[in-house]
DNA sequence: GGATAAATTGCATTCGAAGTCAAAAATGTT
DNA sequence: AACATTTTTGACTTCGAATGCAATTTATCC
């Protein structure tokens, strides 16, 4: 009772201190509502006396122009959604997401499909924001992708690409990273059995990483390698290595993961838990560059993303096709730089 | 030329495709706007034949409700902003602080303070966006904190309390956490010299911890401890390790590093590069129990932060506030949970 | 100085959905 | 069947800023 009297008063007290608008603005300053919305678009035409009037009263009275109101006239909402799958795997790409689209002065609406929500429910929140745009990292399937054409809204792949449907992505050439990385391993003359931990069985990065090197040990003669899979984790990188052992009867001589996370399961599994020394008895290579994986504790032979050019690539892809929506979709690819470790022996 | 008029061409006909409004489904239905609007808000007055015609159209033309104009009638957004100094740090308070706010129908627009961008051009930033409220997990200045209250934009303070101002937070016992660390480390009878590496000084956790393990330190008599400071990152835990040795001219038998990051810095340093055995030589104890201080690499001591719970707290905090601005500010700590590992010493 | 061109300003309308209120329809009562 | 009640429904206005267009002011030129 008294708790609702209380903010009850409260809420009355809040709403006289109203917004303040434009038109606010335009009293307080005896000009015209449009005057003061001129003044806040570059390159209107306003007189230096004019500006100044409105700026005096636009400071005097806190004014901050609403961009949901301006959104709905002008149709550009000025935010893009980033749909991330798991956002624990790739911080630093949602961090210079963020970065580069704030620089342009747009702003990022945060999706992540971590707990298995519904994909067409997330989707149809990113529908009803009016987003400008959509950065994808995470798997949509064709139907899904046909709906940003029927609506117009641009979209661009973060590290995924889909060869056969015409859609903008920017990713890193998987194929290439590694092979340069079995060419690591092969070089040595170190290694003659193999191992391969892949990631989950839909993932297309996964694939496309495995053929690579399946492929690359193929030209080398090597036919005989240990496949088994795991999910991205650090944990099942852990489980891998069993498997393999369990499934060989002895331990590789190299193991090939499909990421960075993996690859220290693998190593920490091999390491401390089955006396193996890494790499004198195993060799572990990984994929992604992430930034443990420079750590003296691993020092893991890995082929690292171009982060910034990846991210950069995808925020002006997006941003053009925002701009210009006759743009055709655009299939941008980075090499990866191989980063020799001592994971791997010489 | 050619690439003008083309894209030309596709604008003209994108625009003939107008976004499908609640006016379009309601001509098509035969009914009026509003019972549209009405069909779309929970508890309204429809019957069930009108709700039925209505949604028949709704699916044939492919309807979104226009949350921006939405958001405009009714003062209501559904979106928060959540600023984070660097997201690198801690990826999955903001995928958990996501998550729940998604379970609510609200969505998250990411403010990242990384590449020391100002604090007040962001904030500028959130109020253009009419966010309902905002959760901060980065430093803000009392001056900053008090245009929330002249906003009337419920703020919750991640992980920081400020003692001396009247705001939300939500955070961890610090100085519990680090008293815990600090009994493990001297039950085991086998430490008596002692190091610390704090954060940057204008941390507040920082201090906060640091004075946690400095007082318990000096109820057991433990006086002399030499103190540098990192800034949170794995390279500064490593210079860190080497700036004690210098100052002590020999290893401590215990580092106490303000977070897990700067701790396996700390470790590799002295396992790696300096010939040190942790814990035989020195033990380490971290702070915050991120994903790898589990690992079998580090296998650090360390507190763990409640995330969960504290997520929750956080979300529920913020939501109460919004839905009633006359909710007075509130300050909920939570116990850290005293994680042990092999970076001890017993 | 007067005519014309150019820049500036204000009026009125628009964006899309929601809420108010009164009219209309459905329901209940005797 | 006549009336009172309740439930549904639609016309109209609102939120706050942007913009086309006309009106006004200012600048330019001969």
Redesign the pocket.
Known sequence: MAKTGSSTRKENLASTK?????????LHA?????????C??PG????????ERVMTAVKEMG????????G????RSNMVAVIVSNLNFYPEVVSELNARFTERGVHVLLFTLDHESDVSRTLEQVWQYQVDGVIAAAHLSPDEIATFEERNVPLVFYNRSYEDIAVSSVSCDQVGGERALINRLTESGQHESYAIITGPSDSVVSMQRTRGAIDRLDESGITDVTQVSGDYGYKSGRRAVQEIIELRGSAPDAIICANDMMAFGAMDELRFHLEYDVPGDVSVVGFDGVRAASWSSFDLATVAQPVESMTEAAVSMLMDRVDDQGLPPEKRVFSGVLRDGSSVRN
């Open positions: 109203r917004h303040v608008t434009s038109y606010d603005v335009a005896g000009v015209s509502q449009s005057a003061v919305s001129r806040f678009k209107a035409s306003v007189s230096k006396k004019m500006r004014y901050t122009p609403n961009a949901i109101a301006r709905l006239i002008t149709r």
